[in-house]
């Protein structure tokens, strides 16, 4: 019996070379009557947690993360552009990873300028001119006829600062281009105050020039540099005469009402530094992408039932070194030295159910085309499997029996989705005021309230509507409602009204004075 475990910390699962090793050997040892059963075992279980959490989180290398608050990225890529290209279900084996999205990513060259990345500077900037050479690079350009050769432009003559400094600028602005700054220009070069201003534009907005006019003031530039500085003035001369020639062509050429044609430069295409790649991004694990690693894969596509591709099911076979990563590209020397040393490479076949069908495109252009294809497929029937493992389903009681019930259990208290109805809450009774206000009597240690139960004192039935005397009814009553007219004339309400006693202040007891 061996142990398989794809990380340390997980538990080790019992593996053989035979089908039901497991219980053949319980009944060699007289144990197959105490084996458990295979729910009660949780090998199963426990087998296909590893697995998905391997395919998951382990078997393709993390492309990139989502990153909370300020926190720097894990994983930093270098410049490029990602695009989803379809969303399908992925079935590997007994796992099926629904929702699984596919994304391109075409990667840029490092050295182009991202706009939103580039600083605002306050500081007056050149548009006619900017330097993109590095310090200390000399200028030279190249012949039409030769792209290898090339010539320099020698060195211009200097002149004296002031044959070439015109009468109508003032010492201030002649003051704020160095001396061997001018003395660089060539004699037909004339120094205006646009060119200054230009020229302290430009240093302001390049560094690299700034830091060849600082060399020059100080007198410690090379003759390249002084050679680079001039021919760099020279053009800012250039640019600011082309802009007088406009300017004076514009004031004979007659407006007209037409709006004029301007010609926007496309930018430049920018070629890829390396080819694209496809990315993974799991239902499971939103946060993660996970690169797809170009290796030894291929792919083929099936058909339906009517032998009409229209979003068939899309197999992929890569090949998975033992550790359960993806290996790199196998020529056919690695695969003979695979084959002879038995490594424990393997394949493995991923489904992709019911893709979009431009996902097919998508997977030829990334393998490299269909020859590309047939050779990864032949070098991967080609590669012997390892020998097949089987897991030992039931095990008998015991400490490995007690860690595999422990792992798969739930880590909390498992609660119904949908519960029972809940009971009806019971409404509290309110205690009448004559008990709040009734006194307590004890009788031979009881407690007995003074409130009495309603409805146990039964009422007094309701007279009838008569006359006293006479007993009669339907008949109009006088005196409070309670004797008739005819009762009244003949005086016998008085006779039926019991006078009360007269009582005289004689008939008082008088108390005895001695």
């Known amino acids: 019996m061996q142990a398989s ?45 590893q697995s998905r959490d391997r395919w998951l989180h382990s078997t393709f290398p993390k492309f990139s993360t989502k990153t909370r608050g300020h926190k720097a990225p894990e994983i930093v890529q270098p410049p ?6 379809g969303r399908c279900d992925i079935e590997i084996g007994p796992h099926l990873f629904p929702d699984t999205i596919l994304y391109e990513v075409n990667y840029l060259s490092s050295d182009v300028p991202s706009t939103s990345s580039a600083p605002v500077s306050n500081t007056p900037s050149n548009p006619y001119w900017q330097s993109t050479a590095p310090y200390g690079h000399s200028y030279r350009y190249a012949t039409p006829g030769s792209a290898q050769q090339t010539t320099s432009i020698p060195t211009p003559t200097p002149v004296s600062a002031t044959n070439t400094i015109p009468s109508g600028s003032t010492p201030a602005q002649s003051e704020r281009v160095p001396t061997p700054l001018i003395t660089s220009l060539s004699a037909v ?77 496309p930018p430049p295409i920018q070629t890829p530094v390396r ?35 229209n979003n068939g099911d899309i197999l992929i076979t890569i090949c998975l070194s033992n550790d359960g990563k993806v290996c790199v590209a196998l020529d056919e020397q690695v695969v003979e030295e695979t084959n002879q040393a038995n490594s424990g490479l393997y394949t493995a076949t991923l489904r992709l159910k019911e893709p979009p069908t431009h996902i097919w495109d998508n997977l030829i252009r990334w393998i490299g085309g269909d020859e590309k294809n047939a050779l990864c497929k032949r070098r991967l029937e080609d590669l012997v499997q390892p020998k097949r493992l089987y ?28 519960q029972g109805p809940a ?33 146990s004192t039964s009422k007094a039935p309701a007279l009838p509507i008569q006359c006293v005397s006479c007993k009669q009814t339907d008949v109009p009553l006088i005196l409070g409602g309670r004797y008739c007219r005819p009762c009244v004339d003949s005086g016998k309400h008085n006779l039926a009204t019991p006078k009360a006693p007269l009582v005289s202040e004689s008939s008082q007891p008088i108390a005895d004075g001695s």
């Open 275 to 309: 080819p694209f790649d496809l990315v993974l991004e799991f239902r499971e694990t939103p946060g993660d992408r996970w690169l797809f690693p170009r290796g030894t894969v291929c792919i083929e596509r099936l058909t339906t039932t009517n032998n009409v591709i």
């Open 391 to 418: 897991l030992g389903l039931r095990l008998p009681p015991g400490s490995l029996a007690t860690q595999l019930q422990a792992a798969c259990g739930p880590s909390y208290s498992m609660r119904p989705v949908r």
């Open 80 to 85: 490029h552009t990602i695009q989803p290209r």
């Open 423 to 455: 009971p009806q809450p019971r409404a509290r009774q309110r205690k009448p005021y004559s008990e709040k206000k009734g006194a307590i009597k004890v009788v031979t240690g009881e407690t007995i309230s003074a409130k009495k139960a309603r409805g």
């Open 5 to 49: 475990s794809t990380n340390k910390n997980d538990v080790m699962l019992p593996v053989g070379g035979e089908p039901f090793w497991d219980q053949e050997d319980s009944e060699e040892n007289d144990q197959g009557k105490n084996l458990k059963s295979i729910s009660e075992s949780f090998v199963l279980l426990k087998s296909l947690k």
């Open 189 to 265: 070069s004339i120094i205006t105050p646009s060119l200054i201003s230009q020229v302290n534009a430009a240093a302001a907005a390049d560094p690299i020039f700034s830091n060849l006019l600082q060399l020059a003031a100080a007198k410690t530039a090379t003759e390249d540099q002084l050679q680079t500085l001039g021919l760099l003035i020279q053009s800012l001369a250039a640019i600011d005469h082309a802009k007088k020639i406009a300017a004076a062509a514009s004031l004979q050429v007659p407006v007209s009402s037409e709006l004029p044609v301007t010609y926007n430069q």
